[in-house]
């Protein structure tokens, strides 16, 4: 069975301040995605990550995946308010259709 | 180009009753799948359909639980005799066949609540 383990689950920062979130998945995946999730809200797409060494980068977040490790992380720079979510990551396990498998989400809060 | 739509939005239902969660996907997307999210938890995959096919419902409960995705209309999340536990916000999401790498779209929920 597929675990997907997200940490911190809770995080308040400054803003301006760099942290990283982290990804850890217990099988062999191909792919993995990162989501944003506002309170009562859908999931946004933020990240397709599909091999090993990929590094994706949108403005203040950037995501990088190690397949050799079944790690990713989420890298935020000079934190802003608008980026208070829960951010989670889905991986999908190797050879299977398109069932994701979602860590429990990590709930950023950026504090003036 | 409308995204995945699903209704209602909210739905409250008293304990023993049926509960009906439908789903559009996007226009021109034919895989279905609904995902569940306990409070503070991430979403649990339920089950994923193509049109008039049930592809791989692992995530399902055995009992009261059902999904559908006609070759016309919306795939409709059938829950008989609900109970507390299945209070839950319910995620649609839609793709498209050839995107395999693709993300999954999602609806905005139906958010279930059981009295």
């Known amino acids: 069975e597929l675990k997907v383990e997200q940490n911190p689950l809770f995080l308040s920062m400054q803003e301006g301040k760099n942290y990283t979130i982290y990804c850890n998945y217990s099988?062999?995946?191909?792919?993995l995605y990162w989501y944003r999730q506002d309170p009562g809200k859908s999931l946004e797409s933020l990240f397709v990550?599909?091999?090993?060494?990929a590094v994706k980068q949108e403005g203040r977040l950037m995501a990088s995946l190690d397949t050799k490790a079944r790690l990713s992380t989420l890298h935020i720079t000079a934190a802003v308010h608008d980026l208070s979510a829960t951010y989670f990551c889905?991986?999908?396990?190797?050879?299977?259709?398109?069932?994701?498998?979602f860590g429990s989400g990590t709930q950023l809060t950026v504090l003036p | 180009n409308a995204g995945v739509m699903q209704n209602p939005r909210h739905l409250v239902r008293r304990r023993g009753q049926e509960a009906r969660l439908r789903c559009s996907p996007m226009?021109?997307?034919?895989?279905v799948y609904w995902y569940r999210q306990l409070p503070e938890e991430g979403l649990k995959f339920m089950v994923y359909?193509?049109?008039?096919?049930?592809?791989?419902e692992s995530g399902m409960p055995k009992e009261r639980f059902s999904a559908e995705f006609p070759k016309e209309g919306p795939s409709i999340l059938r829950i008989q005799q609900v109970v507390r536990g299945d209070s839950a916000a319910y995620f649609c999401?839609?793709?498209?066949?050839?995107?395999?790498?693709?993300?999954?779209?999602f609806g905005n929920g139906t958010r279930l609540t059981v009295t």
């Open positions: 999401a839609s793709s498209p066949v050839s995107s395999y790498n693709s993300p999954l779209h």
């Open positions: 099988t062999t995946s191909d792919r």
């Open positions: 990550l599909l091999s090993n060494g």
């Open positions: 889905a991986v999908v396990i190797a050879g299977s259709a398109r069932q994701l498998t």
């Open positions: 226009k021109g997307h034919s895989h």
């Open positions: 359909l193509q049109k008039e096919n049930i592809i791989d």
